[in-house]
């Protein structure tokens, strides 16, 4: 891992919210950046980060990040202290207010990374996961502003193509159908009241099924000129609310073209290593995709938190009846699925020369 003998000076919007809040505890002791402006709404700016938010995290908040004082998501109001602008901004905002804000930034001269979902699908706007489609970033390149915006995909997307991204580029895979217990710290905080989440399964998550049949036809999608290629794929998601704290869990089945052999599949998992693993970026798991064979694994209780919450669990492979294969994944939502995974590709643009 390369050591930079001065670090990159990064913000993060919506920095007092929970994925501001997990962006701020992995950036701590990051060793390519360095936090030097927190930003969040109206209502926090000019207040001390120890005072605008109501820190959730299970780690002590650090004196001198509690110090700073919090700014507006504005132009003009995100420089540091020396008066530049940071390199680069991760974006923790909401989607009811992402998108017209990140856009003003891209084009005063900002380079973005968000787990928003406001800029998804824009033609020219990477939907990255590093490890599956890192060819995307060129898109950057064609987009029509001063800055750049490259977008995080929503949490279960991103622990379900992990898991399809090696099978799919040696089998082909044509039907998906996946089945989640989401956790309830993928819808923020507070979240679900505890009356509706305690001893109860919520079986909606607002444009949760939609995310996850959408999002991966554009991930997987082929690189061009013209932006990018989507695959062709048949996907059908149900997702649920369930009463774990950290962790998404996903039942999926899947048919492929040509139907390969379960030790073809599993093969394919363990070897399954890419540019972040190649390049050794900070924030790479060493090994994307764990397999497990005993039968009662993956849980989120004991694999969650595998590679400091970075990998994919997956286990229980077998035949379907109605499918070709069905199987289990597990990824850590909040940390591989939002702050971590974005963090990722911050590190790839940067090992690429992007910032």
Avoid at 27 to 33: G, I, S, V
Avoid at 102 to 113: H, S
Avoid at 221 to 234: A, C, D, L, P, R
């Amino acid at each position: 891992m390369e050591k930079l003998d001065k670090k990159i000076k990064v913000g993060i919007l919506g920095a007092t919210g929970s994925v501001g809040q997990k962006f701020v505890e992995l950036l701590l002791n990051h060793p390519w950046f360095e936090i030097s402006v927190l930003a969040a709404s109206e209502r926090s700016a000019g207040k001390k980060y120890k005072e605008a938010t109501n820190w959730i995290m299970s780690t002590i908040l650090p004196e001198q990040i509690g110090e700073m004082v919090v700014t507006n998501c504005t132009p003009d109001k995100l420089l540091t202290e020396a008066g530049e602008k940071p390199e680069l901004l991760f974006s923790g905002l909401d989607a009811s207010v992402a998108g017209e804000i990140e856009t003003k930034l891209a084009e005063a001269g900002f380079k973005i990374v968000s787990n928003a979902r406001n800029h998804r699908f824009d033609k020219y706007v990477p939907l990255m996961i590093p490890e599956v489609n890192p060819e995307h970033l060129e898109l950057i390149k064609k987009q029509d502003t001063s800055g750049a915006i490259v977008t995080n995909p929503n949490c279960s997307t991103i622990g379900m193509v992990m898991a399809l991204k090696p099978l799919h580029e040696k089998f082909e895979i044509e039907t998906v159908n996946v089945s989640t217990m989401q956790a309830i710290s993928g819808g923020g905080y507070p979240g679900v009241p505890g009356m509706d989440i305690l001893d109860n399964v919520v079986p909606y998550i607002g444009s949760e099924e939609e995310k996850m049949e959408t999002e991966p036809l554009k991930i997987l999608g082929k690189f061009s000129e013209e932006g990018i290629v989507e695959t062709s794929m048949n996907i059908s998601a149900q997702c649920n609310r369930v009463p774990v704290i950290d962790g998404h869990m996903e039942c999926i089945q899947i048919k492929f073209k040509e139907k390969p052999s379960k030790e073809e599949i599993i093969n394919a998992w363990k070897e399954f290593k890419s540019e972040p693993q190649r390049m050794n970026l900070p924030s790479a798991p060493e090994n994307p995709v764990h397999y497990f064979t005993e039968e009662r694994f993956p849980q989120p209780k004991t694999h969650r938190n595998l590679e400091k919450g970075m990998a994919v669990s997956v286990g229980r492979l077998r035949e379907c009846s109605i499918f070709d294969y069905k199987f289990v994944v597990l990824s850590h939502n909040t940390i591989r699925g939002a702050a971590g995974g974005t963090i990722l590709v911050a590190e790839l643009m940067k090992a690429k020369e992007l910032l």
